[in-house]
């Protein structure tokens, strides 16, 4: 990670300072990891300031509860399943509310608004894209979005879902095989290579936000 290689520090060893009691490393943490958690958020709970709570709550638990927490060596992954399973939490605490008050909770949630549109080409492409992953089931649509996004790799992927590494594997390969269903109206050029393509628009989007 840049800003971890930056100050001499590797992530155990950030890590260990955080559960020692250094503010300096936790303001690390959270300044370099809470715009992915934040995105991450979002897909879960499409509500800001709901997910901005999320996230403050579970660091000043984090924080609280430092010196009994575990070894990490992967600090994004740790944050994220904690952040999935305090979203999941409040998700189902508040869903009712929400519901209440107008806002329809589809699982986890991709749109055109999560990739870059480069040119008008590339607009027809980019919605038939979205709308492909839209109809994906929720745990594929959060298996692109992880792997894609957040670049996280299969052992990591199954950290955050809570499966093994060939489950993961076998959910990815059936969520690709069915956006290229999506896409094959398009060319088939255009899906051959759909992992670089899929990398490329949500890492160009991953910059901006």
């Given at each position: 990670?840049?800003?971890?290689?930056?100050?001499?520090?590797?992530?155990?060893?950030?890590?260990?300072?955080?559960?020692?009691?250094?503010?300096?490393?936790?303001?690390?943490?959270?300044?370099?990891?809470?715009?992915?958690?934040?995105?991450?958020?979002?897909?879960?709970?499409?509500?800001?300031?709901?997910?901005?709570?999320?996230?403050?709550?579970?660091?000043?638990?984090?924080?609280?509860?430092?010196?009994?927490?575990?070894?990490?060596?992967?600090?994004?992954?740790?944050?994220?399943?904690?952040?999935?399973?305090?979203?999941?939490?409040?998700?189902?605490?508040?869903?009712?509310?929400?519901?209440?008050?107008?806002?329809?909770i589809n699982g986890f949630i991709i749109s055109t608004e999560d990739f870059i549109i480069e040119s008008e080409d590339r607009v027809e492409f980019n919605e038939k894209l979205a709308a492909s992953i839209q109809s994906l089931t929720a745990r594929q649509r959060e298996v692109i979005f992880l792997r894609f996004y957040n670049n996280l790799?299969?052992?990591?992927?199954?950290?955050?879902?809570?499966?093994?590494?060939?489950?993961?594997?076998?959910?990815?390969?059936?969520?690709?095989?069915?956006?290229?269903?999506?896409?094959?109206?398009?060319?088939?050029?255009?899906?051959?290579?759909?992992?670089?393509?899929?990398?490329?628009?949500?890492?160009?989007?991953?910059?901006?936000?």
């Amino acid at each position: 990670m840049k800003i971890v290689k930056e100050i001499g520090f590797d992530e155990a060893g950030l890590w260990r300072k955080f559960k020692s009691g250094s503010q300096d490393a936790l303001g690390i943490i959270f300044q370099h990891y809470f715009r992915e958690l934040y995105y991450y958020g979002l897909k879960i709970i499409p509500v800001s300031d709901i997910v901005k709570d999320v996230i403050q709550e579970m660091f000043v638990q984090l924080w609280g509860r430092r010196a009994t927490l575990g070894i990490v060596k992967n600090i994004k992954a740790y944050l994220l399943v904690t952040l999935r399973r305090e979203l999941i939490r409040t998700l189902k605490n508040a869903k009712s509310e929400l519901l209440d008050e107008g806002m329809k909770i589809n699982g986890f949630i991709i749109s055109t608004e999560d990739f870059i549109i480069e040119s008008e080409d590339r607009v027809e492409f980019n919605e038939k894209l979205a709308a492909s992953i839209q109809s994906l089931t929720a745990r594929q649509r959060e298996v692109i979005f992880l792997r894609f996004y957040n670049n996280l790799d299969f052992p990591e992927l199954a950290e955050v879902l809570g499966m093994n590494v060939q489950s993961v594997r076998n959910l990815l390969f059936r969520s690709l095989e069915k956006i290229r269903e999506g896409l094959r109206g398009l060319g088939l050029h255009k899906t051959d290579n759909l992992e670089i393509i899929l990398f490329h628009l949500f890492s160009k989007n991953h910059k901006i936000l």
